[in-house]
């Protein structure tokens, strides 16, 4: 309950209270009465009314502060081009409400005066203070400030600030008890109703209020607790009714917030003494445009809070520093804060010079309390995540202690830890980590795609490495186009660093450009966290890791030379060439997936297969991405914004990092380097090979759910657009392209290989793309720049194209493992190596050997060579993708890279991956004769017949469907055609499949590619002109496994055809090759299926025949009988008389049919006739003679 009182005329009192009660409510609208208020059951009044000031009001700003600076503005105005005059609140807050003045200001008790009243100019503003507004009604005041006065302006303002400094002399908790806080009678004063109260009067004030209370206790001790009991009856108490018999309305309808407070009271506080120390953080945002941060935390504890240093320009600061709150006052029993302990709350910010201080993230950390400050126990600094918002924007290495003070000197707490400054302590030993003395071994190769700063390009970099305190600096690039390698490029120095992994700060790589007139700003930077990887033994790592093979050679006597001339002879040459038909690079990249049946006999000649990787060749682990000898560190720049946490890339560093530990001892000899023996650090011409196989499963780009695919190659300025060689309507499309381009590396070192979709009318998508790093691979000592392959051959389509023999390649890189050269014997099949013999027959035994292999010598070097963990011959699948969707996979590309510098001499000759191309053939189908068909109509005579003729056409050219002429009337299953079917095809040999093309609706553009087995099929019809036809059987030729055909109808039986459900071995076991025979004349049976069951329906016998486009030419033939009728000529078959079509031929349709069938029928009906005609004559003529009889008309 609130009492409220007006100030009029000088006098307190309750007179001036306009639409106010005496006693009130919070809003002072309710009014409310003592006598009103009563307990609810189980409770008592425990006391009477007392007054009880709003304890919110007792918390000013410099609550917890030993330091504050009391603000207040001055404000003027003027209409637009007037003097500027006192305005109508001269001072006020920031907010614009209305404020004491300076003069009126007084200094809190236990608070002094530093300064003067004073304008602040450390703001936006002019110099004498003033910032200008303008306002736009209806708002009565300035949304913006600007600091240049305009004639237009008709506000402004200027901060009045004093600093104040808390007294040093210290209040105990009992006397702090005791002050008096506020006004004495605690009163609440207000300028106006409704406006904000506060605890001391002021001159301004009109109105005053002050709050009573009156105490509940249980009044039941036993039972259930009385809160429960509180609970329900805060709204209403339904049981008691008034006298007129009317329910109470309820307390929170009638005094709205005004219900029962439930608080607990404590009879004192507890002083604790509070220790936080602050090492470092790490990975924090870069919130300025230099790409860095100037970072310092407020650190808050309860009410307490202070604030560490700034550390200019870094992400990753040090602050190393110890804050100390000596009084924290903690209400409550000891052992729950022990157990709970309130959390110590770090805020970030960045330091800005002109504006606000913008957040860096916030950070908890909970403090280890010590109830007895003697405890030996020390706490662990610790990393804790700081959040952004709901993202992690870093991590802050922190620990804190929360110790009772027992004693009020403190003299049994902790040693204050050693200064660094006048007000800055040091995290103390024991807890800050423990260090060592480190080597850090830095190969700073050099810069790649450095993007432009201020408009102008990046030419004279140098690198900055700050790790662990140190700073070092590299050698200066004179000219980064010509070559962007560092001239110096090992750096050395030793750092103190933690001991433990967690504690060890990261390393900051920063390039700076040096410009004309001295500048030197930051064009990038790069922090690594991760510092595992690049420890190392000094005394067990070989200089190996450093080196690549491939370099070395660079750098070795270059008296290569390869003799790749074909002396073969012209036989062999021939056979290579019949060879080429059934064996090319596919038939070595299918029996390498498993794919056995396209890949011919292959594998039967004992040829190498290939490595396939499921993925990048970066990331196969046995290859440690290709970074062994430096590895690639994105570097950022720019301010980090809110969608996306990181800065943008604006180049890379190339470089290897080598941390190892030191003795502490100065006598004992430093351990030798890592960096030893480098290769040249110059541009290396070279010539890159792309071999871009096939890709999988391509995002579709079409209507159709298809695309239209082509490979575009990008290498340093040069691009290749192969739009002309697009492959129609696919999303697995079989490219088979290889492109051969010069380059400079490292100038040209990113290969880009996109995959777009072809479209006419509109603009090329873009399907995704993969980048490959090339220096990587050419400086890689796994020998990435050209894979090793399983055997040395001097021809064929597994012909070396290294530019360096087996021998070399194993003797340079004996020389750069430090062991011995490889010693071979004579006879060139024994080789010593590394402390090993090896033989040519331990590798080569229960192997084919074929003619395209090398001298023994060079074989066993290989052998030798692929134990080395080099990199096999391989195809590397590399995942496409969109930079609209980065994250997400847009298809698969099957291909590899070779390398070679120009500088070794020349490679071997390039493999030949060209798609399959098709053989076109001719299959000449003659049908001679039919047998055993089943006669499945009958003729009006009764006669079972069939009017027979075949049909036949090859799977996937429905389109070609040829027939023969009909035999009519065939009475006993056997009919006679001698007709010829001509089908032209495309095949592929090695993969025993053949190619159809055709366009799959009659809109589309390009016609779609398909591979169906060479099978023919032949169906055996009977002939109906005014119905459907009927079919009567079929068959089905595989022509690749064709069975057998019988030589007389007799031996020819169903169970010629293999069952579809049984072996395969014994299909193949009898079957044979069209294409290998060439051709094959006999019987085959016809069948149909009803209910699961094959029946023999006819059997057919037909002459097949397989000819090439030339034979066809030279040996042609027509379809049926036409002309040219040769090879052979087919006659017009020997047929029956009775083998003719009843419509066309009525003349042989009554002698074969009607008098064949009706002979007796018709001679009985003419000798009917006939002796009815003559009884009708006679019978006609008897009465005439009768009556001649009788009367004689004659005598």
């Not at 400094?165 to 002050?179: G, L, R, V």
């Not at 006298?243 to 009638?254: F, I, L, V």
């Not at 017949?945 to 070609?960: A, F, L």
């Not at 001679?1163 to 009556?1187: D, K, Q, T």
Request: net charge neutral; proline share 8%.
């Amino acid at each position: 309950m609130y009492e409220n009182q007006a100030l009029v005329f000088g006098k307190w009192g309750t007179t001036g209270l306009v639409g106010r009660h005496k006693t009130s409510d919070v809003t002072g609208k309710i009014k409310l009465k003592r006598e009103s208020f009563m307990p609810p059951k189980g409770w008592e009044w425990e006391e009477d009314w007392f007054v009880d000031p709003e304890r919110s009001l007792l918390t000013e700003a410099d609550a917890g502060h030993t330091e504050f600076t009391d603000e207040v503005f001055q404000n003027e105005t003027r209409y637009p081009g007037g003097e500027w005059k006192p305005a109508e609140e001269p001072y006020t807050d920031v907010n614009g409400e209305k404020a004491q003045s300076p003069s009126q200001i007084e200094c809190p008790p236990g608070w002094k005066w530093e300064e003067a009243w004073s304008f602040d100019i450390n703001r936006a503003v002019d110099e004498n203070g003033w910032e200008y507004g303008i306002t736009i009604p209806p708002d009565s005041k300035p949304k913006s400030w600007v600091p240049a006065e305009k004639m237009y302006h008709t506000h402004r303002r200027k901060r009045m600030v004093r600093p104040r400094k808390k007294e040093s002399k210290a209040i105990t908790p009992s006397e702090k008890m005791a002050a008096p806080l506020g006004d004495p009678e605690g009163w609440e004063y207000s300028s106006l109703i409704g406006w904000k109260f506060h605890r001391m009067q002021r001159s301004t004030d009109t109105f005053r209020r002050r709050r009573w209370r009156k105490k509940m206790a249980p009044s039941d001790r036993l039972g259930a607790a009385a809160i429960f009991k509180l609970e329900g009856a805060l709204g209403t108490d339904i049981s008691d009714v008034d006298e007129k018999g009317k329910s109470k309305d309820s307390a929170t309808t009638m005094f709205g917030a005004n219900t029962p407070t439930v608080s607990c009271n404590f009879d004192k506080p507890f002083v604790y003494h509070l220790r936080v120390y602050v090492y470092q953080a790490r990975n924090l945002l870069a919130l300025d445009k230099d790409s860095f941060s100037d970072p310092y935390a407020h650190v808050s504890f309860l009410h307490l809070s202070k604030t560490t240093e700034t550390i200019p320009a870094t992400l990753n600061p040090t602050w190393d520093q110890t804050l100390i709150f000596n009084t924290v006052e903690i209400y409550g029993d000891p052992q729950a804060v022990a157990q709970n302990p309130p959390n110590v709350v770090f805020e970030l910010f960045d330091k800005d010079q002109v504006g606000k201080d913008e957040p860096l993230g916030r950070s908890v950390c909970p403090p280890l309390v010590k109830l007895n400050p003697e405890t030996g126990v020390s706490p662990r600094l610790l990393w804790y995540p700081i959040m952004h918002g709901d993202k992690k924007s870093g991590d802050l290495l922190v620990a804190a202690e929360l110790i009772m003070k027992d004693k009020p000197d403190g003299s049994n707490l902790p040693i204050v830890p050693p200064k660094r400054a006048a007000k800055l302590y040091m995290v103390p030993q024991g807890i800050r980590p423990v260090v060592q003395l480190t080597g850090i071994e830095i190969l700073t190769w050099g810069l790649r795609n450095m993007k432009n700063f201020q408009l102008a390009a990046v030419s004279s970099p140098s690198l900055i490495v700050e790790f662990g305190g140190e700073v070092v600096q590299s050698a200066v690039i004179k000219n980064i186009r010509k070559n962007p390698n560092f001239p110096g490029s090992v750096l050395f120095f030793k750092v103190l660093l933690p001991k433990e992994e967690m504690y060890t700060p990261p390393i900051v790589i920063k390039v700076i450009d040096h410009r004309p007139f001295g500048r030197k700003p930051i064009v990038g930077q790069c922090t690594i966290d991760s510092l595992e990887v690049f420890r190392c033994d000094p005394y067990t790592t070989r200089a190996e890791v450093a080196m690549s093979s491939k370099v070395a050679l660079m750098a070795a006597p270059r008296d290569v030379a390869i003799d790749m001339e074909d002396r073969r002879p012209l036989l062999e040459t021939q056979q290579a060439e019949r060879e080429k038909e059934t064996v090319d690079w596919w038939s070595k990249f299918y029996s390498s997936l498993g794919e056995h049946e396209k890949c011919g006999p292959y594998l039967q000649k004992g040829y190498d297969t290939l490595k396939i990787f499921r993925t990048e060749l970066e990331n196969v682990p046995e290859y440690k991405g290709l970074t062994d000898f430096c590895d690639t560190f994105k570097l950022y720049r720019g301010k980090s914004g809110e969608d996306d946490e990181d800065p943008s890339v604006v180049g890379e560093f190339k470089g290897l990092f080598k941390i190892y530990p030191l003795s502490d001892d100065p006598g004992v000899p430093a351990p030798p380097r890592q960096f030893r023996e480098l290769p040249d650090s110059g541009p290396q011409e070279c010539i890159v090979r792309i071999y871009i196989i096939r890709a999988i499963d391509l995002q579709p780009k079409d209507n159709n759910g298809l695309c239209d695919p082509y490979i575009k190659i990008a290498l340093g300025k040069k691009v290749v657009e192969d739009r002309d060689h697009y492959i129609p309507n696919t999303v697995n499309p079989v490219f088979g392209r290889m492109f051969e381009l010069t380059c400079f590396i490292p100038q040209e070192k990113d290969l880009k290989i996109s995959v777009y979709d072809y479209d006419l009318m509109s603009r090329d998508e873009k399907v995704g793309e993969t980048v490959i790093d090339l220096e990587n691979r050419l400086l890689s000592r796994f020998g990435s720049y050209c894979g090793i392959p399983q055997t040395y051959c001097t021809s064929g389509i597994n012909q070396w194209r290294d530019q360096m023999k087996p021998s070399q390649i194993l003797q340079n890189l004996s020389r750069l493992r430090g062991i011995p050269p490889p010693v071979p014997a004579e006879n060139g099949k024994t080789l010593s190596h590394a402390g090993r013999e090896y033989t040519l027959d331990e590798f080569e035994a229960n192997k084919e050997i074929h003619q395209h292999l090398g001298p023994p010598n060079e074989r066993l070097a290989l052998h030798v060579l692929r134990t080395q963990g080099l990199v096999p011959e391989h195809v590397e699948s590399r995942t496409l993708y969109s930079s609209f969707q980065p994250t997400l996979s847009q298809g698969i590309l099957q291909m590899w890279v070779d390398i070679f510098p120009k500088s070794l001499g020349l490679p071997g000759p390039p493999l030949d991956i060209t798609p399959r191309k098709p053989k076109k053939f001719f299959l000449r189908v003659i049908i001679w004769n039919t047998t055993e068909v089943i006669l499945d109509e009958t003729s009006i005579t009764g006669e079972d017949m069939s009017d027979i003729y075949v049909k036949g056409w090859m799977p996937g050219m429905e389109e070609n469907k040829q027939k023969t002429d009909v035999h009519f009337r065939s009475l006993d299953g056997d009919g006679n055609f001698n007709w010829r079917f001509v089908y032209p095809f495309e095949y592929l040999p090695a993969e025993q499949l053949c190619l159809v093309s055709r366009k799959e609706h009659f809109w589309s553009l390009d016609k779609s590619e398909f591979r169906t087995p060479a099978k023919l099929i032949i169906q055996i019809w009977d002939n109906d002109k005014f119905s459907l036809d009927d079919y009567l059987g079929t068959l089905e030729l595989d022509l690749n496994k064709l069975t057998p055909p019988a030589k007389t109808p007799q031996k020819c039986l169903l169970e010629r055809i293999t069952d579809i459900k049984g072996p395969a071995s014994h299909k193949s076991s009898q079957d044979t090759s069209l294409f290998t025979q060439k051709s094959v004349r006999g019987w085959w049976p016809c069948m149909s299926e009803v209910d699961g069951k094959r029946t023999l329906t006819g059997k057919v016998e037909m002459t097949l025949e397989i000819v090439t486009e030339k034979e066809a030419e030279e040996r042609p033939a027509g379809k049926g009988r036409d002309e040219p009728n040769m090879n052979p000529k087919l006659d017009p078959p020997n047929r029956p008389e009775t083998s003719f079509f009843w419509f066309t031929n009525p003349c042989k349709t009554m002698k074969f049919i009607v008098w064949r069938r009706f002979k007796w029928v018709f001679i009985g009906i003419i000798i009917l006739i006939l002796v009815l005609l003559f009884l009708g004559i006679l019978f006609y003529s008897l009465p005439n003679y009768i009556s001649m009889k009788i009367v004689k008309p004659f005598q």
